[in-house]
């Protein structure tokens, strides 16, 4: 049975037994649920964002596409029973780097601009994320207008 994101942050990470491949496990999914509560902001999740969310994935952790499926799923199932997002942004903001951090801003904003349109709940979001994982104000714009300028 597949532990929720919740039971293993506190059945895993919290304790000494902490493995490097149970950390970047739980970094996974944690970044994969942050990407989809993004694409679910504005209430339309459309193919575009479902492709951006599996590439930032694939690209950003070096993983299979069956991984990315796998992971995916979990994460989906996550967001659906979470309670806040905090859930997800402790165990970032407690294991990532700043320039990890600032890394997935860039990764949330490329999630939102993936369908040629950014919806005030998205960037609502996204900003909100950003405060919660202590990246700078002008980190979360830079990363902003990189993933406005690509998607030109």
Known sequence: MI???QEFFYA???TEETTPASMEHAQRLATA???IEVSRADFEVGEEEKLAIEEALRSGFGITEDETRDIIALAEQEVDEAISLYEFTRLVDASFTPEQKKHIVGLLWQVAFSDDRLEEREEYLIR???KLLHVPHGDFIDEKLK???AKK
Do not use: F, S
């Open 12 to 14: 895993r990470i919290v």
């Open 128 to 130: 909100k994320v950003a």
């Open 147 to 149: 993933a406005k300028a």
């Open 33 to 35: 649920a942050l990407l």
């Open 3 to 5: 532990r929720t994101i």
